[in-house]
């Protein structure tokens, strides 16, 4: 409990001024107006992670902003995160010791969690040139980047074919486009040669043991799903803080996993007039929830020892419509010599090298070829299948490729 004992202190003595949100409507997501910030140092001097948190019904999950010292002077921001005040603050610490910030690279076209907070972010740094993955799109009307924010004379679109400034220091590569319907699926990876090390948005990910260190700066939601039944009273000990965290990554991942039953309202409802917190907090008391016994072995095959993996939305929803485009995008980024990933959310910095990145795709790539390592349970796509061929059957997305195959895990 030191490290979250330390997390707490820090966390008591920062005002709920410096953490306000005032645009969460625009995504309305917990903590709502409230975003709590956590900095944490990856590569002395050089390397910086900021990391919040959002969710829906306390299903909250990490998500990352990564600043890298530039060799020529000043910072280089990939994918920003929302800029409270203390946020900045944390920045402008960092700018006073290496230089202003120099660029903002917005590194995907689908993840509005990552898009919405660029242009906030710009207008702090007024001094900073954006770039933005390609083929930005926006729902229900394309509209031009300056109208979604970002300074038209500050903006660019990263591309292959125009030179950058910071390409003496940076390799990048452009996942995509990936054709699904309302709009393409793009990430850009950037890699710092100094410090081999490979930035990437959503395309693979770690799920800890332990609950990431920035939920411990608000424990209540994982104390929240620890509990069995809506007459649990809240108790925050470490086991708890862990067990709600598992659960969290099983609804996160997998929407409805497998060894989750969802009763119905009325039941819920009845449930909820026996809780000992009926308040907002709680949802009135309402806990719609009933995981089966063999839960805890769901989330096992989900962390697998820590090793890195396609999230199961990106594997059944998104890659599996562009098999030719990530196969292109996975060889080029495995040329680079990197040691480390840095992803927008959970676990960062991985130990993993151009190889193992490798193989973290062959699930999707070479599905009937290999042997893979801990492989997700198929029942657990149950809830995700079932969305997609809803989807191509209302004509929203288009189907998977043909060479392409469902997770059959046993």
């Known amino acids: 409990m030191a490290g979250q004992d330390s997390i707490s202190q820090q966390n008591s003595k920062v005002p709920r001024r410096d953490r306000a949100w005032p645009f969460w409507p625009v995504v309305p997501l917990y903590p709502y107006g409230q975003r709590p910030t956590l900095r944490q140092e990856v590569v002395p001097d050089t390397i910086w992670t900021f990391d919040q948190y ?236 009933c995981w089966q016994a063999d839960w805890a072995a769901s989330f096992e095959a989900l962390h697998g020892g820590g090793r890195p993996f396609v999230a199961p939305v990106l594997q059944t929803l998104i890659f599996n419509r562009g098999l030719q485009e990530l196969q292109a995008w996975v060889e080029q980024v495995s040329q680079w010599h990197f040691e480390r990933v840095i992803p927008c959310h959970l676990t960062a910095p991985i130990a993993l090298g151009p190889a193992e990145f490798r193989a973290a795709f062959a699930t999707i790539l070479q599905p009937q070829a290999t042997n893979r390592d801990r492989p997700l349970p198929a029942q657990d796509f149950a809830f995700l299948k079932a969305l997609d061929a809803g989807l191509v059957r209302r004509g929203i997305t288009p189907p998977a490729d043909a060479v392409a195959a469902p997770n059959d895990a046993p």
């Open 54 to 289: 959002q969710g829906i019904f306390y299903v909250v999950v990490p998500i990352r902003m990564t600043v890298v010292r530039l060799q020529s002077g000043g910072l280089l921001v990939y994918a920003p995160v929302a800029p409270t005040g203390e946020c900045v603050a944390m920045m402008r610490s960092l700018e006073a010791r290496y230089g202003s910030v120099r660029y903002i690279i917005q590194s995907t076209t689908t993840g509005i969690e990552h898009k919405v907070f660029v242009g906030p972010f710009a207008r702090r740094f007024p001094q900073a040139q954006i770039y933005v993955a390609p083929d930005q799109w926006s729902f229900p009307i394309n509209l031009p980047l300056s109208w979604l924010g970002l300074p038209a004379r500050r903006t660019q679109v990263l591309t292959d074919d125009r030179p950058v400034p910071f390409a003496d220091e940076f390799d990048w590569a452009t996942l995509g486009p990936i054709k699904l319907g309302l709009g393409p699926f793009v990430e850009v990876a950037l890699f710092h040669r100094a410090t081999r090390t490979l930035l990437l948005t959503d395309a693979l990910v770690s799920v800890p043991n332990e609950p990431p260190a920035v939920l411990h700066l608000d424990p209540y939601p994982l104390l929240f799903h620890a509990r069995d039944r809506a007459d649990e009273a809240i108790v925050d000990t470490p086991e708890a803080r862990r067990r709600g965290w598992h659960r969290i990554a099983l609804f996160a991942f997998f929407f409805q996993p497998n060894s989750l039953d969802t009763p119905t309202l009325g039941t819920a409802f009845k449930a909820a007039k026996a809780a000992p917190d009926r308040s907002r907090r709680a949802y009135f008391g309402l806990y719609p929830f």
